[in-house]
């Protein structure tokens, strides 16, 4: 009987995280797992074993947590009770390598259909190849990216055409640049200093950079253009 109410807790719960709003749904599932129906909850989404050894060092910390395999996806739910989520995003990276991604506290069981997609949402934010669990009100600018993929592939034909024309090196060598420049808060004697080139070198790049995309980095607007561009190709072409 304890087998068949398990089972029937994580139907339950499944047809939570996919958004399903019927009548009492929450509350079943709340009795069949013994969770509270209005606690506050995060959803977990990590890549396939990411997830592994996760589960039991959070039962150790005092965390209570619902595991769901699907395809390559792990989906962790966690009670959070009042904890905040970055004690959670800490835990995670500390036990397991990832990528995965946390979306926003969700009030009660019936948010879990919205807590869960907006965490693949912050899964997506993690370019090919990397590690680390990353929350998505970390990732709003590229979420909004990954989310569209028809818009963000017309924004990097319109902003970065020019420069994905150029010879595989050269072009990475003037991402690279930006990427660093933006990463310093826009000081290119920073930014020299983490590329191993001077200052001068990096000014030049990013001039050579503007010309290409006839786009100012001192135009509040346009830069946001071009930051927007530089995600959406690593996000979305990458997967391509």
């Known amino acids: 009987m304890r087998g068949r109410s398990d089972e029937r807790g994580r139907v339950l719960l499944d047809a939570l995280l996919e958004g399903r709003c019927e009548p009492g749904l929450a509350a079943r599932a709340a ?5 509270d129906e209005q606690g506050r909850y995060v959803v977990a989404v990590l890549r396939e074993g990411g997830g592994g050894p996760a589960g039991a060092a959070m039962d150790a910390d005092g965390l209570r947590l619902v595991r769901r395999r699907r395809g390559d996806r792990e989906i962790v739910v966690v009670a959070l009770g009042d904890r905040e989520p970055a004690e959670l995003v800490e835990l995670l990276a500390r036990r397991c390598p990832g990528p995965g991604g946390t979306g926003p506290v969700a009030d009660g069981l019936a948010g879990l259909g919205t807590a869960r997609r907006l965490a693949e949402v912050a899964l997506l934010t993690c370019p090919p190849g990397t590690t680390g669990i990353v929350r998505l009100e970390e990732r709003l600018p590229a979420a909004l990216v990954v989310s569209q993929p028809e818009l963000s592939a017309l924004l990097v034909a319109d902003v970065l055409g020019p420069l994905l024309a150029l010879e595989a090196a050269d072009r990475a060598l003037l991402v690279r640049t930006l990427d660093a420049w933006l990463e310093c808060g826009g000081s290119a004697g920073r930014a ?21 995309t006839s786009r100012s980095l001192s135009r509040p607007r346009e830069m946001i253009e071009m930051t927007l561009a530089l995600d959406a190709f690593r996000l979305t072409t990458a997967r391509s």
């Open 192 to 212: 020299a200093g983490r590329l191993y080139c001077h200052r001068n070198t990096v000014l030049n790049r990013l001039r050579r950079l503007e010309r290409l």
């Open 31 to 35: 009795s069949c797992l013994g969770l």
